[in-house]
């Protein structure tokens, strides 16, 4: 496809169960990114790939959090061991170059997690 | 550290008329900034943004942007709202690497 897609666009998870959740970014765009966006908030940065490697991971809220792009395309961020607070919105968003100041990202639509 | 604060978390406003959503940034150097739109269901597009070249930038659906560096702010306008305005805007902002910093974001409500 043409945009940033992600998947599944709604997970229902029950607390204490594992979560993956996958992004695939436009073909050929370096960099990708995470945000967690909680009801009424804006995006909150989670983490950074330029290809495979993962420059930023500062913003992953505890050790439950995993985020992994192994070839340079395709990314899952995956939550163990879930918790009612772990409910939001996953964007995922990726850019053509590597940073910088005008560098635009494009969105994909989100998971949104629901924890029970 | 740099940061964007959007000073409404809602605006109102009748279709046709003014809108105005104010967002100011703090930064010890010239900020990119951008903002950025969130229909429902739909992922964040890009309205518009300033990398130091002109300050007054416009964007897309008529909306455009002032950065002004002695108020430090970066509010946006459009001079007729519409319907189909009605969403959540984000102001950002870049840390000039790679870490993208939103604001609490400003749901604009238009009225028929």
């Known amino acids: 496809g043409a945009g940033v897609s992600q998947s599944p666009r709604y997970k229902v998870a029950k607390r204490g169960q594992d979560v993956a959740l996958r992004c695939d970014p436009i073909s050929g765009h370096v960099s990708l990114f995470w945000y967690q966006q909680a009801l009424g908030q804006g995006p909150e940065f989670l983490t950074y790939f330029q290809n495979e490697a993962q420059l930023d991971k500062s913003g992953l809220p505890s050790d439950r959090f995993f985020a992994e792009r192994p070839e340079g395309s395709v990314s899952t961020l995956k939550i163990q061991r879930t918790q009612q607070e772990d409910s939001a919105v996953y964007l995922c968003?990726?850019?053509?170059?590597?940073?910088?100041?005008?560098?635009?990202?494009?969105f994909g639509q989100g998971t949104r997690l629901t924890v029970v | 550290a740099q940061s964007v604060t959007q000073l409404d978390s809602h605006v109102s406003v009748s279709e046709g008329t003014p809108v105005l959503l104010r967002c100011n940034y703090s930064?010890?150097?010239?900020?990119?900034l951008f903002w950025y739109v969130q229909h429902p269901n739909k992922g964040l597009q890009l309205l518009l943004k300033y990398t130091s070249a002109a300050t007054l930038v416009k964007g897309i659906n008529g909306f455009e942007a002032e950065f002004k560096k002695s108020e430090t702010s970066f509010h946006l306008t459009k001079p007729s709202a519409h319907m189909s305005d009605a969403a959540e805007y984000f102001c950002?902002?870049?840390?000039?690497?790679?870490?993208?910093?939103f604001g609490a974001g400003t749901r604009l409500f238009v009225k028929a």
């Open positions: 950002v902002t870049n840390t000039g690497g790679f870490k993208t910093i």
């Open positions: 968003a990726s850019s053509l170059r590597t940073g910088g100041r005008d560098t635009e990202a494009f």
């Open positions: 930064s010890s150097y010239s900020p990119s």
